[in-house]
């Protein structure tokens, strides 16, 4: 491009050869000029509209501040209710965890007022001197998410302390601890005596229980009835099988309640005090045999059912 120039100051005219180069620059000089004028005309439209308070800038600066609160209003409301859904998840656990603690005190033979589960524990102290900090949405969170997996591995391991305890219970509840009747007393103890019918030194096998007639006889534990019938030697008497070939013996007993086959807990009245067979009197013979043989019944009463 020739770009010819006159003036009545020049002796001659000029002319200026312009190529594709120097097109180019001027274009982009021209660009940025523009570009930087949009750029101060903006600024300074924004600044007037600050300064004078414009209706239209409040307008688009109060539509970004309610979009900016309604997502933050958003991810409150579900933060808020992903914690509801875990404190609900932690209240069922502990309701579950409470009636377990509950049901493992009374399987351990514990008194119910040590182990209060229907109360928070009393908690308290000196106001602390270091600074108290907030705790964040985050941080809660996260407690949450630690107490929830810390209460599933506690009722996992409660679990298997209450199907211990629970088998420990009933295999107690097969052992004859229990005194055969609530009251009376011991007038013949297990070992040599004078035979009260013979006057000869001879072996008692059992125990015997002084008790007015009528007196309810008790299963000493659990277990199923053998014999129900009446015994030359023994009167009326009743034989459980407790399992792992121990068995208890009462005899003498006035009337006879239990049946052959029935399945009795511990407790439970299978017969009543009298003085039927070998008797001087009213009372209870009380005998625990294993594998045929007698042993001592106050070995077992002494132990802890």
């Given at each position: 491009?020739?770009?010819?120039?006159?003036?009545?100051?020049?002796?001659?005219?000029r002319s200026l050869?312009?190529?594709?180069?120097?097109?180019?620059?001027?274009?982009?000089?021209?660009?940025?000029?523009?570009?930087?004028?949009?750029?101060?005309?903006?600024?300074?439209?924004?600044?007037?509209?600050?300064?004078?308070?414009?209706?239209?800038?409040?307008?688009?600066?109060?539509?970004?501040?309610?979009?900016?609160?309604?997502?933050?209003?958003?991810?409150?409301?579900?933060?808020?209710?992903?914690?509801?859904?875990?404190?609900?998840?932690?209240?069922?656990?502990?309701?579950?965890?409470?009636?377990?603690?509950?049901?493992?005190?009374?399987?351990?033979?514990?008194?119910?007022?040590?182990?209060?589960?229907?109360?928070?524990?009393?908690?308290?102290?000196?106001?602390?001197?270091?600074?108290?900090?907030?705790?964040?949405?985050?941080?809660?969170?996260?407690?949450?998410?630690?107490?929830?997996?810390?209460?599933?591995?506690?009722?996992?391991?409660?679990?298997?302390?209450?199907?211990?305890?629970?088998?420990?219970?009933?295999?107690?509840?097969?052992?004859?601890?229990?005194?055969?009747?609530?009251?009376?007393?011991?007038?013949?103890?297990?070992?040599?005596?004078?035979?009260?019918?013979?006057?000869?030194?001879?072996?008692?096998?059992?125990?015997?229980?002084?008790?007015?007639?009528?007196?309810?006889?008790?299963?000493?534990?659990?277990?199923?009835?053998?014999?129900?019938?009446?015994?030359?030697?023994?009167?009326?008497?009743?034989?459980?099988?407790?399992?792992?070939?121990?068995?208890?013996?009462?005899?003498h007993a006035s009337?006879?309640?239990?049946?052959?086959?029935?399945?009795?807990?511990?407790?439970?009245?299978?017969?009543?005090?009298?003085?039927?067979?070998?008797?001087?009197?009213?009372?209870?013979?009380?005998?625990?045999?294993h594998r045929g043989?007698?042993?001592?019944?106050?070995?077992?009463?002494?132990?802890?059912?």
């Open positions: 491009m020739n770009i010819i120039l006159v003036s009545s100051g020049l002796s001659r005219a050869n312009v190529g594709a180069p120097q097109l180019a620059a001027m274009g982009l000089t021209l660009l940025v000029l523009m570009l930087s004028l949009v750029v101060l005309l903006h600024y300074f439209s924004l600044r007037h509209a600050v300064t004078n308070g414009s209706p239209y800038l409040r307008t688009i600066l109060s539509g970004i501040q309610a979009e900016e609160n309604a997502r933050m209003q958003a991810y409150l409301r579900e933060s808020l209710n992903t914690m509801a859904s875990k404190l609900g998840e932690l209240q069922a656990r502990l309701v579950r965890l409470d009636a377990m603690g509950d049901r493992l005190t009374k399987v351990a033979g514990l008194k119910p007022q040590e182990f209060m589960f229907d109360r928070l524990p009393a908690r308290g102290g000196a106001e602390s001197l270091v600074p108290a900090r907030e705790v964040s949405l985050g941080q809660l969170g996260a407690e949450l998410d630690r107490l929830s997996k810390e209460l599933e591995d506690r009722t996992d391991m409660l679990r298997v302390l209450e199907s211990t305890l629970t088998e420990d219970y009933a295999k107690r509840q097969l052992v004859p601890t229990q005194k055969p009747v609530q009251a009376g007393y011991y007038s013949s103890n297990f070992g040599w005596r004078i035979d009260p019918f013979t006057g000869l030194n001879a072996f008692h096998e059992g125990l015997d229980f002084m008790a007015e007639e009528g007196t309810p006889i008790l299963a000493a534990a659990g277990g199923v009835v053998v014999f129900a019938a009446r015994h030359p030697q023994y009167g009326n008497m009743v034989e459980i099988d407790h399992g792992n070939d121990l068995v208890t013996r009462y005899a009337k006879i309640l239990a049946k052959v086959g029935d399945v009795v807990l511990r407790g439970s009245k299978i017969a009543e005090v009298g003085s039927t067979g070998r008797s001087t009197g009213t009372h209870l013979h009380f005998e625990v045999r043989a007698a042993q001592n019944p106050v070995r077992f009463l002494r132990m802890p059912g």
